[in-house]
């Protein structure tokens, strides 16, 4: 009982404390009222974002436009005009540059070689175009190599008028060849073993520009030529050719005609009057074309009529070509068939072979022709084609060697003989100062009348290159190869089959341009000295060198 009682004194005595405690803290000034510090590290927490699922549509102000209306009263207003003259403004002197495309070229080489060239025409005008040129080019080579003399002269003008251009060219060409009988030794002959022939060509035509208003544009052309070697064979050539095209339109075409009249006249030693006869040509090749983003088509044919003394006979060999861009404007993949008839003449005869003398006239025929292949660009300055074909050809033209009488005679390949033809090329430039491309084709023949496809090469190589150092120095090299071929010698009208070897030919060039008025050059031919044949017995010469000096004006 007692310890109770004390419990409950001492429970009073203790509240009455804090009581009284309590009461001294609100009336003491120092101390602060309802604050609490607590010393705690503070660590924010934020909620998570809550997206809202309404799109912000702001209101559109409208405006209206105002409505104006006013009136304006007619007046009649004179004025009175005063016309006079004012001086042209000046804009300065901006002349054309002078231009100079007139030349005159000397040079001399070893074999007595002497050069000269000229050069003489018009610069910029609207109504007219005219110029002249003259070559002489010569060399007299020794006992184991034909002397030649080449002799061009050269004119042409050219007639502007309102909707095309009418012109006309002249041409003359002396060419001067020696025969010789056996490799490397001048045969002796019982006649003048110097052969000469002449050439005059003139061809007038009519061009219009452009297109009318049909899309179509054409053009016609009258040529004639006179080819002879005096006192042996002469040639008259006519050919009116005439073209009309549409470049338009939905269906795209081109039609070419031609008529040709060939005159030939050989002299014979024992005849009283040369042998004459003549040979008449017509020819119409239509074809149309068709093109697309991702490819191109063309077809058509070319027919020929062929007339002589024998009587006449017609052609007509159908033809198509299409192709499929692999890789727009880089890569086109293309095949086709063709087939034609090419005449063979004295003048493209004796250009190919001048030391054919023995010569015989027959058209080469291409039955049919199927080829194949790709072309496009590599890159933005490399271009190549790669291209196959199988052709059957009637009449194939090769040469033969008459050893008696140390000339060439023409030898056609009868029957339908058969050409493979594959040939490859790549072209690629480094910028302005750099260009190089080469060639190469490889041939196949298979005859029946023939053993070798003589004088005919079976493979054949073309490089060139040239290189520009600083407008200065003008560089240029050239290789020519050609693989394995045979020839063929008659005599006592026995023949034998004579295997050439293959060859090169590397020449190279440098020209230097000391300004715009003169410039010297050096050409160095057969740098190998490579004394090959052609031809069977007419080797070419071996090393030369032509230099000389360019003045332009």
């Not at 060399?139 to 034909?146: K, R």
């Not at 119409?284 to 697309?292: C, E, K, V």
């Given at each position: 009982m007692l310890n109770q009682t004390f419990h409950k004194v001492s429970f009073v005595a203790i509240l009455s404390f804090l009581s009284t405690l309590a009461f001294a803290q609100q009336n003491d000034?120092?101390?602060?009222?309802?604050?609490?510090?607590?010393?705690?590290?503070?660590?924010?927490?934020?909620?998570?974002?809550?997206?809202?699922?309404?799109?912000?549509?702001?209101?559109?102000?409208?405006?209206?436009?105002?409505?104006?209306?006013?009136?304006?009263?007619?007046?009649?207003?004179?004025?009175?005009?005063?016309?006079?003259?004012?001086?042209?403004?000046?804009?300065?002197?901006?002349l054309l540059p002078k231009l100079k495309n007139n030349y005159v070229k000397f040079g001399a080489g070893n074999y007595n070689m002497p050069l000269a060239e000229v050069y003489i025409g018009s610069v910029?005008?609207?109504?007219?175009?005219?110029?002249?040129?003259?070559?002489?080019?010569?060399?007299?080579?020794?006992?184991?190599?034909?002397?030649?003399?080449?002799?061009?002269?050269?004119?042409?003008?050219?007639?502007?008028?309102?909707?095309?251009?009418?012109?006309?060219d002249v041409y003359y060409h002396r060419n001067a060849v020696f025969l010789y009988g056996e490799p490397n030794d001048k045969r002796q002959l019982n006649y003048e073993p110097k052969l000469v022939y002449n050439i005059y060509d003139l061809k007038t035509y009519y061009q219009n520009f452009g297109s009318d208003?049909?899309?179509?544009?054409?053009?016609?052309?009258?040529?004639?030529?006179?080819?002879?070697?005096?006192?042996?064979?002469?040639?008259?050539?006519?050919?009116?050719?005439?073209?009309?095209?549409?470049?338009?339109?939905?269906l795209p075409f081109e039609v070419d005609a031609s008529l040709r009249i060939n005159n030939n006249a050989i002299n014979q030693p024992l005849?009283?009057?040369?042998?004459?006869?003549?040979?008449?040509?017509?020819?119409?090749?239509?074809?149309?074309?068709?093109?697309?983003?991702?490819?191109?088509?063309?077809?058509?044919?070319?027919?020929?009529?062929?007339s002589d003394s024998t009587g006449a006979k017609a052609y007509i060999f159908p033809k198509a070509e299409g192709g499929f861009h692999l890789i727009p404007k880089k890569i086109t993949v293309l095949a086709g068939f063709r087939g034609n008839l090419q005449p063979n003449t004295y003048r493209s005869i004796v250009?190919?072979?001048?030391?054919?003398?023995?010569?015989?006239?027959?058209?080469?025929?291409?039955?049919?022709?199927?080829?194949?292949?790709?072309?496009?660009?590599?890159?933005?300055?490399?271009?190549?084609?790669?291209?196959?074909?199988?052709?059957?050809?009637?009449?194939?033209?090769?040469?033969?060697?008459?050893?008696?009488?140390?000339?060439?005679?023409?030898a056609f390949e009868a029957t339908k003989s058969r050409l493979i033809t594959l040939k490859a090329g790549i072209t690629h430039q480094w910028g302005e100062k750099w260009r190089t491309g080469l060639q190469i084709g490889v041939y196949n023949?298979?005859?029946?009348?023939?053993?070798?496809?003589?004088?005919?090469?079976?493979?054949?190589?073309?490089?060139?290159?040239?290189?520009?150092?600083?407008?200065?120095?003008?560089?240029?090299?050239?290789?020519?190869?050609?693989?394995?071929?045979?020839?063929?010698?008659?005599?006592?009208?026995?023949?034998?089959?004579?295997?050439?070897?293959?060859?090169?030919?590397?020449?190279?060039?440098?020209?230097?341009?000391?300004?715009?008025?003169?410039?010297?050059?050096?050409q160095l031919n057969n740098l190998t000295n490579n004394r090959y044949q052609r031809f069977f017995a007419y080797p070419v010469y071996g090393f030369n060198l032509l230099g000389g000096f360019t003045f332009t004006f």
């Open positions: 000034s120092l101390l602060r009222d309802n604050v609490i510090d607590v010393v705690k590290t503070f660590q924010p927490i934020l909620s998570e974002a809550i997206r809202i699922p309404v799109q912000p549509n702001p209101e559109k102000p409208e405006i209206k436009k105002p409505d104006f209306n006013y009136t304006i009263q007619d007046q009649n207003l004179k004025v009175n005009t005063t016309i006079y003259t004012i001086k042209p403004l000046s804009v300065g002197t901006m910029r005008n609207k109504q007219y175009q005219a110029g002249f040129f003259a070559k002489h080019h010569s060399a007299n080579g020794n006992d184991a190599f034909s002397n030649f003399s080449n002799n061009t002269a050269y004119a042409f003008g050219k007639k502007f008028i309102k909707k095309g251009v009418i012109g006309a208003s049909n899309n179509l544009s054409y053009s016609a052309a009258l040529n004639y030529y006179h080819f002879n070697n005096p006192g042996t064979i002469s040639e008259n050539d006519v050919q009116l050719k005439a073209r009309v095209s549409k470049t338009g339109g939905e005849a009283a009057e040369a042998l004459t006869f003549k040979r008449v040509f017509f020819d119409l090749n239509p074809q149309i074309f068709m093109s697309g983003e991702s490819f191109y088509l063309k077809g058509g044919m070319n027919a020929s009529i062929f250009a190919e072979n001048p030391f054919a003398t023995q010569i015989s006239l027959f058209n080469t025929i291409n039955r049919f022709e199927i080829y194949g292949g790709f072309k496009g660009e590599i890159g933005p300055q490399t271009a190549f084609h790669l291209l196959s074909s199988s052709a059957k050809i009637e009449n194939m033209l090769f040469y033969a060697h008459d050893s008696l009488n140390a000339n060439q005679i023409t023949y298979e005859l029946d009348s023939f053993k070798h496809a003589y004088t005919r090469p079976n493979f054949e190589l073309k490089f060139n290159t040239n290189y520009n150092i600083g407008d200065k120095f003008l560089l240029k090299l050239d290789i020519f190869h050609w693989g394995e071929r045979y020839g063929s010698s008659i005599a006592n009208l026995a023949q034998t089959d004579v295997k050439m070897p293959a060859f090169t030919d590397v020449n190279f060039g440098i020209d230097y341009r000391y300004n715009k008025n003169f410039s010297a050059f050096l």
